[in-house]
C-alpha cells in the first residue's frame, strides 16, 4: 500500500501542486456518527470523505482527502494517512457530528440527528488540487457550494456528486429530505449523479428506480448511480445495468453509498459501466459485512466477482 504524507491546508496548500496529479479527490465533511441499532451505541467515524478515500486506496490509486475537521479527531487523517491517502484537511473550531438512529430492522430507514457541522468548503480549498476524477460527496445541504463544483468543473476532470448532500437539510435537529432548489445548475456540472432509491422518488416523484433515474439524467450527468436495499441500478442514457449486493452479515450499512461511488469512479477510469457496476457491487457486499471503511484486499473483491458477478 502507497504511504504518503499528510497535507494540512493552513500549512501546505499551493506547494508543488502544480504537477501533481491524483487518481481521485474525494471531497467532503469527515462526520463524528453515533450508531444507535438494536439497543447498541457505537461511536464511528464517518463521511464519504472517509469511507470513499479508504476504499479508492485499497484499489491501489493514487488519492487525495479534502476534509474539514475539528484537531481533536485528526486520529482519522492519521488513519486515511496511513492507508497511502494524501489528506488536506481545514480544522474547524468542531466537526461535523451525527447520531444515526435505526428503530426497525430495516436499516434503509434511519433518523439522522444533527449536532454540530464543520462549515461550508471554499474555493480555496479545491482551486490547487488536480485529479483525473473528483468524488463530491457532503453530508448536508451547504456544505459544497455551486462556486465550489464550478471551480472543480473548470479542471480536466471527470466528476461525481452525491444527491443526499444536497436534499439534506435540517429541521429540529434532525436531517430531512427537502426539494432541491438547484438541481438543474449543480447537474449541469457532472459527469456521475449518486442517489438511492428514496431520494430519487423525492426528486422525481417515480417510485420506479428506472424511470427516475431516466429523470435525473435528463438534468445533466452522463451516468446515474441509483442504490437500493437490493443491489445498485446504472443508467448511462442508453442502457440499464443492475448488480445485487451479496453480504454474508448485514453489519456496516452506514458507508454504503460511499462505497459504491468511489469504487465504480475509480473503475470508471478504465471501464465501462457494466464492469464498474459489478465492482461497486462487490466491494459494497463486503463493506456491509463490517462497521467502518472497507478493510479488506482487492483481491477479496475480484474472488466475490468471479464467484457472483459473472
Not at 447537474?187 to 426528486?203: C, I, M, P, R
Not at 428506472?210 to 446504472?234: C, D, S, W, Y
Not at 453489519?251 to 459504491?260: F, Q
Amino acid at each position: 500500500m502507497r504511504c504518503t504524507a499528510v497535507f494540512n491546508t493552513e500549512n501546505n496548500r499551493g506547494e508543488n501542486m502544480e504537477n501533481k496529479v491524483y487518481d481521485l479527490a474525494v471531497l467532503g465533511h469527515y462526520t463524528k456518527d453515533t450508531i444507535k441499532i438494536n439497543n447498541v451505541t457505537k461511536h464511528v467515524d464517518g463521511g464519504a470523505v472517509n469511507y470513499g478515500a479508504h476504499m479508492a486506496a485499497r484499489l491501489g490509486l493514487k488519492v487525495a482527502a479534502i476534509t474539514r475537521l475539528a484537531a481533536e479527531d485528526n486520529h482519522t487523517v492519521r488513519q486515511l494517512e496511513k492507508a497511502g491517502v494524501e489528506v488536506y484537511v481545514t480544522h474547524t473550531p468542531q466537526s461535523t457530528t451525527l447520531v444515526l438512529e435505526y428503530p426497525t430492522n430495516n436499516l434503509d430507514r434511519r433518523i439522522i440527528h444533527f449536532q454540530s457541522s464543520a462549515g461550508p468548503f471554499t474555493v480555496d480549498e479545491v482551486k490547487d488540487i488536480n485529479s483525473r476524477v473528483f468524488a463530491i460527496g457532503p453530508s448536508i445541504r451547504g456544505e459544497v457550494p455551486l462556486e465550489v463544483v464550478e471551480k472543480i468543473r473548470e479542471k480536466d476532470t471527470m466528476i461525481s456528486l452525491d444527491v443526499q448532500g444536497y436534499v439534506r437539510v435540517v429541521e429540529n435537529n434532525i436531517l430531512v429530505d427537502r426539494e432541491w432548489p438547484d438541481i438543474k445548475k449543480y447537474l449541469a456540472l457532472v459527469d456521475v449523479l449518486k442517489t438511492d432509491a428514496v431520494e430519487a422518488q423525492g426528486l422525481t416523484g417515480e417510485t420506479d428506480i428506472r424511470r427516475a433515474a431516466r429523470i435525473l439524467a435528463g438534468f445533466g450527468p452522463k451516468e446515474v448511480v441509483l442504490t437500493h436495499r437490493k443491489g445498485i441500478l446504472v443508467y448511462d442514457g442508453r442502457t440499464y445495468y443492475e448488480a445485487v449486493f451479496y453480504p454474508k452479515q448485514l453489519v456496516g450499512r452506514s458507508g454504503r453509498g460511499d462505497t459504491v461511488i468511489s469504487t465504480y469512479m475509480a473503475r470508471r477510469l478504465h471501464n465501462a459501466p457494466r464492469e464498474a457496476l459489478n465492482w461497486a457491487a462487490a466491494a459494497a457486499s463486503l463493506k456491509m459485512e463490517a462497521e467502518g471503511p472497507f478493510k479488506g484486499s482487492k483481491e477479496e473483491i475480484e474472488d466475490l466477482l468471479a464467484r457472483k458477478y459473472k
